[in-house]
């Protein structure tokens, strides 16, 4: 398994990025991917997951509608639409999978991780 996230960079607070995790290296049914971010001196947060198979999608407090994670399984890729950024949205932004059909916010749930991507949302 092999993720590598994309997409981030440098934008004022209210305006927009998509992250974008490409997924190599096998078939991803019965697997949920997720996002997390980590911003500096803090812990790794869950953002938003969302069952490869398709089914409902969860998000963590700080990012619901703001944020949306969505999947192509033609172009096994993950994305994550950022809206409405904020300054503490700033951090490095992670892809990770696990195997399983149920959702899961932990990060120690995750086997697989991407190399993370980093956002900065300027005041």
């Known amino acids: 398994v092999q993720l590598q996230a994309s997409g981030g960079g440098l934008v004022q607070a209210g305006g927009s990025l998509r992250l974008s995790c490409d997924m190599s290296?096998?078939?991803?049914?019965?697997?949920?991917m997720g996002w997390f971010r980590q911003a500096l001196g803090k812990e790794r947060e869950f953002v938003a997951a969302i069952p490869w198979n398709g089914g409902s999608t969860t998000y963590g407090d700080s990012v619901k509608g703001r944020f949306t994670i969505s999947r192509d399984n033609v172009k096994n890729t993950l994305y994550l639409q950022m809206n409405s950024l904020k300054p503490e949205d700033t951090a490095v932004y992670y892809c990770a999978a696990r195997r399983g059909t149920f959702i899961t916010v932990g990060p120690s749930d995750y086997l697989y991780w991407g190399q993370g991507t980093l956002v900065t949302v300027s005041s």
């Open positions: 290296g096998r078939t991803y049914y019965n697997y949920i």
